[in-house]
């Protein structure tokens, strides 16, 4: 079946520092993929988006390339913020029938001042 | 325009008793989908309704039921609650089950 896989946290960062939380999926088809921002005690926020191969997302200075060949879709900021201090999911958008989303398990986020 | 909304945010019940969630679909959109987050995961699928009708069912138990009425919102409704029925609910609206907009939750905790 369909599957997110992420990275496993915590990541804990210097402010400005470089971001990258990897994402890799299976999947039939050619689904949509996400990312999500969730934070503390709060629902889910769409961060970004990418729906055919070779898209790229961005949105507030992150960005993810959909990359079919490595059923890849990695997370990267060039500097990240004490704000920025979240949980991040990764999901997929099934490609028939419901297009129900599977997400990964979520990788958390910490940023030092 | 408002998104999609979920009422209450917070619940508290009792193992045994019985809960029923509700979701307000954003403006034009037709389909329901609800999602469970317990503590530490990823959301996982329960199951999605369209046209009043269940269309499909994660790897969820009988207890978890829904309904949908005609004027799109939702309800989800868990039967004799577990200690790990507690979680954040998540409701998702879309048109006809394209790209999914998500409710804020509503945190179940069973004592």
């Known amino acids: 079946g369909n599957s997110v896989t992420q990275m496993e946290g915590p990541v804990t960062l210097s402010e400005e520092a470089f971001l990258t939380i990897n994402c890799t999926y299976t999947?039939?088809?050619?689904?949509?993929l996400f990312w999500y921002v969730q934070y503390p005690g709060e629902g889910l926020q769409l961060l970004l988006k990418a729906t055919k191969a070779d898209d790229k997302g961005s949105n507030k200075g992150f960005e993810a390339t959909y990359r079919k060949e490595t059923t890849s879709f990695h997370l990267e900021k060039g500097s990240v913020q004490v704000s920025d201090s979240a949980v991040y999911f990764c999901a997929l958008s099934e490609t028939s029938g419901t297009y129900k989303y599977i997400f990964g398990t979520g990788t958390r986020l910490k940023v030092l001042a | 325009d408002a998104g999609v909304t979920q009422s209450p945010t917070h619940l508290i019940k009792t193992r045994g008793q019985q809960v029923t969630l509700r979701c307000s679909p954003k403006s034009g959109h037709d389909t329901v989908s609800w999602y469970q987050q317990a503590l530490g995961q990823g959301p996982q699928f329960i199951f999605q309704y369209y046209e009043e009708e269940e269309r499909q069912r994660g790897n969820f138990p009988d207890r978890f039921s829904g309904h949908q009425f005609p004027n799109y919102s939702s309800e989800l409704n868990v039967n004799a609650l577990l200690l790990g029925d507690s979680a954040l609910y998540l409701c998702?609206?879309?048109?006809?089950?394209?790209?999914?907009?998500f409710g804020p939750g509503t945190r179940l905790t069973v004592t």
């Open positions: 999947a039939t088809g050619y689904p949509s």
């Open positions: 998702a609206s879309s048109p006809q089950g394209y790209e999914q907009y």
